[in-house]
């Protein structure tokens, strides 16, 4: 039997997309904006568009779970299957939600399935962009269908190109991260959408991007895809990211001479 778990999840994510997210995309009204968290914003559309993603994976795979941001939202105790046995899926049904309910871009759809507790496969889709990438581990990392393999070689400190979360790191790191950003081509602030910084690692407009804040959702996806296509994905100490770990600092690069380039600029020990 043929394997169509990617096309299927895709599939999946193009139709919450096309029937529940862009239809809402600048026609929500005040009351379809809410705080679940000061300063965390939710729409009708993130919770809609959940509810129909996880019912379609439980569909792909009956026993599976579901931990989904707005689901996690409700109850904080969905995590711990994230270290669980058997199948469990990554849903963040959108990324990005300040940019959307803001009415602007970039927003994404994203999933990850981790079985026994490892990352196994990964999808992020830009729907404004048609933009879709997918992978599953020893398989490799797919963009629009097409194969992606991550460049081994390193540009020159200057000539480096990519984004940092400053906002949310602590005081002291965020100034020496700013003041290494000078040594390299262009710092950039980020686009407040986790999945398009993915993305762009993928397609080359950027080289790197260096996260504080790590929830699950945004980065489970995201670090597969980049893994899959020969890329770096590591805490700040060092050590590689889990979707369970809780700690914060996350430096993504294309390759193994990018991210230790960029470590010894941005965060000089």
């Known amino acids: 039997m043929v394997d169509t778990l990617l096309d299927d999840v895709a599939g999946l994510l193009r139709e ?38 996880s019912a379609g994976l439980l569909r792909l795979r009956p026993g599976s779970v579901v931990v989904g941001e707005e689901a996690v939202a409700d109850d904080p105790d969905l995590l711990r299957h994230l270290r669980a046995s058997g199948d469990v899926w990554l849903v963040d049904p959108v990324d990005g939600t300040a940019n959307f309910a803001a009415g602007r871009r970039p927003f994404a ?35 629009d269908g097409q194969p992606l393999h991550l460049p081994d070689g390193a540009p020159p400190m200057g000539e480096l190109r990519g984004a940092a979360m400053t906002k949310f790191l602590p005081g002291p790191s965020r100034r020496t991260v700013e003041a290494g950003g000078a040594r390299l081509g262009e710092l950039l602030p980020g686009q407040h959408c986790a999945g398009r910084e993915y993305l762009d690692v993928l397609t080359g407009h950027q080289q790197f991007v260096l996260f504080w804040r790590t929830l699950p959702w945004d980065h489970g996806p995201g670090t ?27 430096l993504v690069a294309v390759n193994e001479q990018v991210w230790t380039d960029v470590h010894t600029t941005l965060l000089p020990t």
């Open 16 to 53: 919450a997309a096309d029937r529940v997210v862009l239809p809402l995309f600048r026609h929500l009204d005040a009351a379809d904006v809410t705080e679940k968290a000061p300063g965390e914003l939710v729409t009708v559309a993130d919770r809609r568009a959940e509810e129909m993603i």
């Open 109 to 143: 759809l994203m999933v990850s399935l981790l079985t026994d507790g490892e990352p196994v496969a990964a999808w992020v889709f830009d729907p404004l962009a048609d933009a879709l990438a997918t992978a599953r581990t020893g398989e490799g990392t797919y963009l």
């Open 224 to 250: 597969l895809l980049v893994r899959a296509a020969g890329g770096v994905a590591r805490r700040l100490d060092g050590t590689d990211y889990h979707p369970a770990d809780t700690e914060h600092g996350l």
